[in-house]
């Protein structure tokens, strides 16, 4: 069990910590000043805490061996606690929009002012860095290349192609980063303008921003439970394969997303005067250029005689680099 939590997501595993922390100093706050934004903010950052302690577990245990009840192996685990997860987001989302409503029909004027704006500066730097994180955990997982400021575009222009839980970290650290800017705007109108409602107001913000993720990974993570195939990744591969001039067509070729991972068929068509040895050789070099890609588990070919007949579109197809 133990080596199986050393491979879970990284990102997640801080973000766990980071928001844990966060959460009680929120909580403390919130004790202390009454002020429903800190409400808010609490509830975000204990949803994220235990959100992303379920997909460090999730993501682990993604990683265990296929055996003989599960053939297909477990890298859609992922996908299932995540699933889970957005639950406890959305109960805490709800709660959010809930007292912020209530504070905006009955605005109530809060004490400790520099207290709440002390802890949410330093929780909106420490979401920052958690954010920070992920964005290279993204340009990691992706490939790209970037440094120093340019990391922060490049991660916002890669994450569709992250795994399920850097993805995840990302967009909730992305959400209570801009969540803990809110709440101190809404303190400070509260404080400096009278408008009371403007922590109310705060609070119905985060949560409908925390909503917003909810909605997001539920659909990105039904998909991967339901098992995606990855249209550019099976253009990328078909280039590769028909670079070699024995490979006459293919017949049918998937790229599906096991959780973090993806598994690799197809059925090639090949010249029939060609030697089995020629034909051994050609399916291990395939094999080996495909498997060295970044997330491949495995891969299943099979070989057909040439029909004739082109099945394969070849113009969409882009070579691997």
Partial sequence: MMSLL???NKSAGIA???NLIISLIKGAAFMFTGN?????ETMHSLGDAANQLFVFVGSALSKKRPNDRYPNGFGRVVNLVLLFAVIIVGIMSYEAIK???HHIFQPTESKGIWISISVLTAA???EAFVMFKAMKEVIHETNAEAKGLSIIPKSFANLSKAKPATKLVFMEDLVATLGGVIAIIGILLSFYVGFHAAEGIASVIIGVMMFYVVGRVFLDNAKGVLGEADDELEAKIAAFIFTNEDIKDIKTLFAMKEGEDYHIEMKLEIDPSISVSR???IKKSIEQHIQNMPG???????FEEDDQIATWEKVNSTPIG
């Fill in 6 to 8: 050393r491979r879970g």
């Fill in 124 to 126: 909106v730097i420490l």
């Fill in 16 to 18: 766990a910590i980071v």
């Fill in 99 to 101: 007292e912020g409503i």
């Fill in 36 to 40: 429903v934004a800190m409400f808010a």
């Fill in 296 to 302: 491949v588990t495995d891969v299943i070919i099979e």
């Fill in 279 to 281: 034909a051994i050789n």
